[in-house]
C-alpha cells in the first residue's frame, strides 16, 4: 500500500482521533524512558459483573483506565494528569465485549491475572482478508440479473451495509450516489473523507488503527481508509454498488455492473493494511462503533484459519452482540479447502460463506491441428490473431515455462508454447516472458487440485488457460504428432454455463472445529472470478479502456461473502422485522441444491459437493426472498447452547456481554443438535443409535397453509418426523416438530450420509440439509479445554 497521501487529512479531525493523538504522544514519551519497549498489545477480558460505576467514572474508558492504573505505575501516573488521555489504553470496549486493550508488560498481564476482575490476556493476533492471492486482471460486466428481487425489495434501498476491511476508494463509479436518499435517521456513524468524497452511497468510512500502529511500521496518524488495493473496494461494491453501465472486459461482454443491493448504503470500516493483515483489537473496536452508529448488516471477508474459542475471536465476540441488535452478519468461511475442517467463522449467529464459480465463463479455446476443439479460458482476448495455426511448443526447461533463459525467439518465437501453471512464476509473469521471447500465444495447464476451476487472466499475449484434464488431451496430441499445430480462438465472454455452479478448490470445508453440531459452512455464493471496483486492477498486462481501469476480477470467500450480505439487506428491506436468524434461514432452506443442468452441485474434482463443502447449497435470491418458513432463534437462545458447549459462564458472559450475566448451573443445556438450526448434524456413533432432533419452525407465508414433511435420505438412514403435517392459521405462527433418526440395520463405524428435509407446501418448500456422521468428528472432550477458567 501506498503511504497516506497527506493531501487527503480530514478537513475536520474528529474529536476521538484527536484524543488518541495525545494519548499516542504520551505513549512514545512514556515508553522511551520508561521502559526498554517491553509493552505489548493485549486484549484484556474483565469478568461480568464487573462493570463500570456511573458514579464513580465519568465513562467506561476511565474505569477501563482505572483498572489499568491498578495494575502499572506509569499508568497511576498518567491517570492522574488526564484520565481520557489513558496513555496504556488502546481500545475500551463499550458493547462488544467487557474488557479493554493496552500496552503492557508480560510482569503487569500476570499481576493482573491475580485480580478478581480478570478473565484473559490475550497476546496480539492477526486476522487475513480471504481472497485468494491470484494476480489479477481489468475487467467489467454485469452481475446477474436479480431483476424481480430488486423489484420487491426496492434494491435494499434505506439499509445500511457495514464492511471491515481494507479501505475504499471514494469517487469511484460504484459510490456514485445519484438516486440515493440519505441515510434513515438513525445513522449515527461518520465519513472521515472530504465532504465531496462521501455521499449518500458511501455513508461512513473511518479507519481504525489504533493496535495495528503499534506492529506494523508505515501506520501513521491519522489513517484515512483510502485504499490502493482491491480488497474493500471490491467487496462494498459487491454487496452494494451502484449500477455502472456500459463497460466492457477488454473489448468484450458488454454489461452493466452493479451491488447486490445497489440502493442500500455502505459505510467501511477499515481495519485491514493491505499485505500486512487486520489486527484483532482494531476488528473487535470496529464492531463496537459499528453496532452503536446502526448499521444492519455487517459484512466480513476476513477471519482467522485457525478459528479459536468464541470468548476470544472478535468476529464471534462482536458477531454476537451484533445479532442481539439485530444486525445480520455474513462472514467468509476461509479459502483453506479443500482438507477438512478447515473453515473459520463457524459461530452459530454467523452465517458462513463458502465459494463457487458462477456460470460466466471468458471462453478462450484451443484449436488443435486434427480438429479437436478444446475450450479454455481467458481474459485477453485481441481479435486480430484469428484463423492462423501455429506451431505448439513445450517449454523446453521443466515444462512450467519459468525458465527465461530457454523462452529464445528461436525456440519460442512465432509458436503457441503449452505451460504447465505451479512452476516458479505465475500464468501473468510467464505470458509476459512468452511475449518476451517473441512467441505467437500461450496455453497454460492449471494444477490437477484445482480441478475444473480456471481462474482467467488478463494475458501479456493471446492466451487460454486450460483445466489439467484438458492439458493432457492438449499433450497427448503433441505426442502423437511430430508436428503439432495449433489455434486459439476466442470466443469471448459466455453466460450460462450448464455446469456451474462449481465449489472451488480453495473454499474452506467442514466440519466445524468449535461447534462440530453445527453443519458449516452455512451456504455457498458466487466467489470465483467475480468483477468488481478497483482503484485499479493489479498486474495489468495489457492497456485498458477508461471504465475497465475500475474494475477487477477477485476470487475468494471474500467475494462470497458481500453478495451474501447485499443479498441479506435486500431481505431485510422487504421484511425489516425478521431477526437475523430469520434472514439466515430464509437463505438457508431455500438454497440450489443442484447446478444449472440440474446434476447435484459440483466440487472442483467433478465429484458432488457433499454438505460439509457446499452447505445447504447455492444462495437463490429469488426463493429466499419468501422462505415460507423460518427456524428463528434470538440472541438468548445461544445461551444454554453455549452451557452445552461446555463453556465456562466467564466465557458465556464475555460472550454475550452486554446481557446480564448469567450462570450454566441455573439452565438445562441445549444440545447441538437441538439448537433451532435450519440445518440438521446427527451423530450415529453410540448406543442406542437412534436421535430425536427437534426444532420449530416460525410461518413468515400464507396465514392459513398446511406444510407436509418429505424426507429424502438414502436407504441406510431412516428419518421420520412427528408430526408430519403443520397446520398454520396465522402468520408468525410457530410450530415444533421432532426429527427421529436411525441407522437401517448395523451403523456403519465411519463416514457421513446425508439428505433433505422438505417441509412442503402448495407454495414453498423449505427444505433443511440433513448431516448424519457414524463417529465424531472431533474428540468429545475437545471443548472440556473450557473449564480450565
Ligand atoms: C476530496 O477527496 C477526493 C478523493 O480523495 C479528492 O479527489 C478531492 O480532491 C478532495 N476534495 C477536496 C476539496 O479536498
Ligand atoms: C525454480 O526455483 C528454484 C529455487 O530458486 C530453482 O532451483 C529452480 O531451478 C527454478 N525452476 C525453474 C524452472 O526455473
Ligand atoms: C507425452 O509424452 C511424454 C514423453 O514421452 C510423457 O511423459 C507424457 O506422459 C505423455 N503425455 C501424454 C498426455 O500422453
Ligand atoms: C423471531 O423471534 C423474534 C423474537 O421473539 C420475533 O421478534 C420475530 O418476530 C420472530 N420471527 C421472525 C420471522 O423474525
Ligand atoms: C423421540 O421422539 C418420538 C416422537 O416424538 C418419541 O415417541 C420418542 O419417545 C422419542 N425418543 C426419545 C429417546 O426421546
Ligand atoms: C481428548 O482426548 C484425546 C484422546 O483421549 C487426547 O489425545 C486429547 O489430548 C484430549 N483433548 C483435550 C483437549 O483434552
Not at 23 to 44: C, E, F, M, P
Not at 588 to 610: E, L, M, V, W, Y
Request: hydrophobic letters at 40%; charged letters at 20%.
Amino acid at each position: 500500500m501506498d503511504p497516506p497521501n497527506p493531501m487527503r487529512l480530514p478537513v475536520l479531525l474528529p474529536i476521538r482521533i484527536a484524543v488518541f493523538l495525545l494519548a499516542s504522544l504520551l505513549v512514545t514519551t512514556a515508553v522511551a524512558h520508561h521502559d526498554l519497549g517491553l509493552h505489548k498489545n493485549y486484549l484484556i477480558i474483565v469478568r461480568t459483573p464487573y462493570e463500570y460505576d456511573r458514579n464513580l467514572f465519568k465513562d467506561v474508558s476511565s474505569w477501563h483506565a482505572s483498572l489499568l492504573a491498578s495494575v502499572c505505575d506509569m499508568a497511576e501516573e498518567e491517570l492522574d494528569k488526564d484520565p481520557s488521555a489513558m496513555a496504556r489504553l488502546i481500545y475500551s470496549y463499550r458493547h462488544v465485549v467487557n474488557g479493554f486493550a493496552a500496552r503492557l508488560t508480560e510482569e503487569e498481564v500476570r499481576d493482573m491475572a491475580t485480580r478478581d476482575w480478570f478473565v484473559k490476556a490475550m497476546p496480539e493476533k492477526t486476522y487475513r482478508l480471504m481472497t485468494t492471492h491470484t494476480p489479477q486482471m481489468l475487467a467489467l460486466t454485469s452481475e446477474a440479473s436479480h431483476g424481480g428481487l430488486w423489484k420487491r425489495s426496492n434494491m435494499g434501498e434505506g439499509i445500511i451495509i457495514g464492511v471491515l476491511d481494507d479501505g475504499i476508494r471514494p469517487g469511484h463509479p460504484s459510490f456514485d450516489a445519484t438516486g440515493m436518499k440519505p441515510p434513515p435517521a438513525k445513522w449515527k456513524g461518520r465519513c472521515d473523507f472530504n465532504s465531496s468524497a462521501c455521499n449518500n452511497k458511501l455513508i461512513g468510512a473511518r479507519s481504525f488503527y489504533e493496535s495495528a500502529k503499534w506492529k506494523w511500521q508505515g501506520i501513521d496518524d491519522p489513517v484515512l481508509p483510502v485504499s490502493e488495493g482491491s480488497h474493500g473496494t471490491h467487496t462494498a461494491s459487491t454487496a452494494a454498488g451502484a449500477f455502472v453501465p456500459g463497460a466492457n472486459v477488454m473489448g468484450n461482454g458488454l454489461g452493466t455492473a452493479s451491488g447486490m443491493a445497489p440502493r442500500a448504503h455502505i459505510a467501511l470500516y477499515q481495519v485491514c493494511f493491505e499485505d500486512k493483515g487486520c489486527d484483532r483489537d482494531d476488528i473487535l473496536a470496529a464492531l463496537d462503533d459499528a453496532v452503536e452508529e446502526g448499521v444492519d448488516v455487517l459484512s466480513l471477508s476476513l477471519g482467522d484459519d485457525e478459528a479459536g474459542d468464541f470468548a476470544y475471536d472478535p468476529i464471534a465476540l462482536g458477531g454476537y452482540t451484533a445479532i442481539m441488535k439485530g444486525v445480520f452478519v455474513s462472514a467468509a468461511g476461509g479459502n483453506m479447502g479443500p482438507d477438512p475442517a478447515t473453515v473459520a467463522n463457524e459461530a452459530p449467529w454467523l452465517l458462513t460463506v463458502a465459494a463457487a464459480t458462477t456460470d460466466r465463463r471468458f471462453v478462450a479455446s484451443v484449436k488443435l491441428g486434427n480438429g479437436v476443439e478444446l475450450d479454455g479460458e481467458s481474459l485477453f482476448q485481441p481479435k486480430d490473431i484469428l484463423g492462423v495455426h501455429r506451431p505448439l511448443v513445450r517449454d523446453l526447461s521443466d515444462g512450467t515455462c519459468s525458465d527465461e533463459k530457454v523462452l529464445t525467439p528461436e525456440h519460442v518465437g512465432g509458436k503457441i508454447v503449452v505451460c504447465d501453471a505451479g512452476g516458479n512464476l505465475t500464468s501473468l509473469e510467464m505470458g509476459a516472458a512468452l511475449r518476451e521471447g517473441g512467441a505467437a500465444g500461450m496455453v497454460v495447464i492449471t494444477v490437477e487440485e484445482l480441478g475444473s476451476v480456471i481462474q482467467p487472466k488478463a494475458h501479456a499475449l493471446p492466451a487460454s488457460q486450460v483445466t489439467y484434464s484438458t492439458g493432457q488431451k492438449i499433450r497427448a496430441y503433441m505426442n502423437s504428432t511430430n508436428n503439432p499445430t495449433g489455434e486459439l480462438v476466442f470466443k469471448g465472454t459466455m453466460l450460462g454455463n450448464r455446469d456451474s455452479p462449481v465449489v472451488a478448490a480453495f473454499s474452506s470445508r467442514g466440519p466445524s472445529k468449535q461447534n462440530q453440531g453445527i453443519l458449516k459452512p452455512d451456504i455457498t455464493g458466487p466467489g470465483v472470478n467475480i468483477i468488481a471496483g478497483v482503484p485499479k486492477p493489479a498486474g495489468l498486462m495489457t492497456p485498458p479502456n477508461p471504465l475497465a481501469a475500475k474494475f477487477d476480477i477477485l476470487s475468494g470467500t471474500s467475494m462470497a461473502t458481500p453478495h451474501l450480505s447485499g443479498i441479506a439487506a435486500v431481505i431485510k428491506r422487504a421484511h425489516p422485522t425478521w431477526t437475523p436468524a430469520a434472514i439466515k434461514s430464509a437463505l438457508i432452506t431455500t438454497a440450489d441444491t443442484t447446478d444449472r443442468s440440474g446434476k447435484p452441485i459440483a466440487a472442483h474434482n467433478g465429484s458432488p459437493a457433499n454438505l460439509l463443502t457446499v452447505g445447504a447449497g447455492f444462495v437463490n435470491p429469488m426463493k429466499a426472498l419468501r422462505p415460507g418458513l423460518v427456524y428463528n432463534l434470538t440472541a438468548t437462545d445461544y445461551i444454554p447452547y453455549l452451557c452445552g458447549l461446555r463453556y465456562s459462564d466467564a466465557e458465556i458472559n464475555s460472550i454475550i456481554h452486554p446481557l446480564p450475566p448469567v450462570s450454566c448451573a441455573g439452565m438445562p443445556a441445549v444440545e447441538q443438535k437441538d439448537l433451532n438450526y435450519p440445518s440438521i448434524t446427527a451423530f450415529l456413533d453410540q448406543e442406542p443409535y437412534v436421535l430425536n432432533v427437534s426444532r420449530v419452525v416460525t410461518n413468515v407465508g400464507r396465514a392459513k397453509s398446511v406444510y407436509v414433511a418429505k424426507v429424502e435420505v438414502p436407504g441406510e438412514l431412516s428419518v421420520t418426523v412427528t408430526p408430519d403435517t403443520l397446520r398454520f392459521k396465522k402468520v408468525n405462527q410457530a410450530k415444533g416438530f421432532t426429527v427421529t433418526i436411525r441407522p437401517v440395520g448395523a451403523p456403519r463405524k465411519k463416514g457421513i450420509a446425508q439428505g433433505q428435509l422438505k417441509w412442503v407446501s402448495p407454495e414453498n418448500v423449505v427444505s433443511s440439509p440433513i448431516l448424519v456422521s457414524f463417529k465424531k468428528f472431533v474428540q468429545d472432550n475437545s471443548t472440556t479445554a473450557h473449564l480450565k477458567h
